[in-house]
């Protein structure tokens, strides 16, 4: 299965939303992707270090995570894809530059667009 930045997005997104602390997002609450898909997510970023996860993995059934909460890692990842406008600057940055989406290459580029509208 391929990474899916919208869908960690909108992960990151909702564990931010959560109204407590140490919340549990579960994966049938991110619209637009199927429960595995977004169970996957929170696996990748959990062992991204991004999100705080946890995982249950029963015999011969698919696993089941769930996020609990952002790490500051992860806010500070959101704070460069949070509003949709400086989003789709930084997927066209790296895009045009013609690199893969990674963790680095969206702080690198949301660190050039930053630079370029405080006119540093």
Known sequence: MRLDW????????AL???PEPEGRLMPGDVAGWPWQVVSH???LLGEAGLIKAQCV???GTEPLCYGQRLTFAGHELLSAMRQQTLWNRVKAR???AGL????E????????IARELIGG
């Open 57 to 59: 993995r029963a015999l």
């Open 105 to 112: 290459a969206i702080k690198s580029a949301a660190a050039a």
């Open 16 to 18: 931010e939303d959560l």
């Open 6 to 13: 919208e869908c960690a997005r909108a992960i990151l997104k």
């Open 94 to 96: 790296v895009r045009d």
């Open 41 to 43: 997510h929170i696996e």
């Open 100 to 103: 893969e989406m990674t963790v």
